[in-house]
């Protein structure tokens, strides 16, 4: 791709992850900031590479288009032969980063958080593609408290026909802390791929209570090491987190919000278009 590189100039790293880096850089000539992440590696056998989790992201973030989800300017495939099957996307860059769980947020912020993340899970799942990786360091947000989706490395599109059984597979992908109890442990908890979508609000459930409480909400904050069993044994084997974990100064249509994204059973958990017109949301969350 042209000179790309001489285009842009590295300011810092923002972050690290699974597939790459991702850069805050600078348009020498406009000198607009962006983020820009490098996936590096990218198998290149042909026969994996149109599910492999770079190219899943890179087909997904070509596509998209919302207010709620990070907007991609540009991807750039193979950007200097030296560096094999590379591939950088560059994004629009938010100034507050990703959600921070140190603090506890406010009923009426949160509100104002869970109606963005939903209205970004409504358009996804209402175009096939389920996130699979929600949380807060997959949250972003601008000084405003505007929050957007991001993070798509391990994503997938659904390739459902009407009438078949040719669900995609979520796969043991994704974060076991904030994975729903079916996807979790499917022997105990009768996995049905056609509740995939509900695995995202889930998620979406764990990470709002954790913005409230200020700590990762299903264990004391003291306990630093959590293990796959530890959660097996709190989301499937337990009551359902939200009988116990949700404090006392929450008020009832919070507590009544939080048990529909954490309801166990994924046939009986409210989708993110129901969620969008639950009370908590819709009395809270002024903005449009
Ligand atoms: P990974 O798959 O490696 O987790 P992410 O896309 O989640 O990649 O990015 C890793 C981290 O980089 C994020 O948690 C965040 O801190 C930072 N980051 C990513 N994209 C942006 C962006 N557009 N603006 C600001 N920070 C970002
Ligand atoms: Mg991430």
Redesign the pocket.
């Given at each position: 791709a042209d000179n790309f590189f001489l285009d842009f100039e590295k300011i810092c790293v923002?972050?690290?992850?699974?597939?790459?880096?991702?850069y805050?850089v600078r348009h020498k000539r406009t000198s607009e900031i962006?983020?820009l992440?490098i996936i590096r590696d990218i198998d290149c056998d042909s026969e994996s590479q149109s599910t492999s989790p770079p190219s899943q992201?890179t087909k997904i973030l070509g596509f998209i288009d919302s207010p709620f989800i990070?907007k991609c300017h540009r991807i750039f495939e193979q950007l200097l032969p030296s560096s094999g099957g590379s591939i950088a996307i560059l994004?629009?860059?938010?100034?507050?980063?990703?959600l921070d769980t140190r603090r506890s947020f406010s009923e009426s912020s949160l509100a104002h958080i869970a109606y963005q993340v939903l209205k970004g899970l409504e358009y996804l799942h209402a175009c096939n593609i389920v996130h699979l990786?929600i949380k807060p360091?997959?949250l972003?947000v601008d000084r405003d408290l505007s929050v957007?989706i991001?993070?798509?490395?391990?994503s997938k599109i659904l390739s459902y026909v009407h009438g078949s059984d040719n669900y995609c597979d979520s796969g043991d992908v994704g974060t076991y802390a904030y994975m729903s109890p079916e996807r979790l442990d499917r022997d105990s908890c009768r996995y049905d791929p056609k509740y995939v979508y509900a695995g995202d609000v889930w998620s979406l459930g764990v990470t709002l209570l954790e913005l409230f409480v200020g700590h990762f909400p299903f264990f004391p904050p003291e306990k630093k090491s959590i293990s796959w069993m530890d959660l097996v044994m709190v989301t499937c084997l337990g009551e359902p987190p939200a009988s116990w974990c949700i404090p006392e100064a929450a008020s009832e249509d919070l507590v009544s919000f939080i048990k529909c994204c954490l309801e166990k059973d994924p046939s009986k958990r409210w989708t993110a278009s129901q969620l969008l017109k639950h009370p908590y949301v819709l009395s809270r969350s002024r903005s449009d």
């Open positions: 923002l972050g690290h992850g699974n597939y790459g880096t991702v805050k962006y983020a992440k992201e990070i994004m629009e860059y938010m100034d507050g980063g990703t990786d360091s997959n972003l957007k991001a993070d798509f490395g391990v």
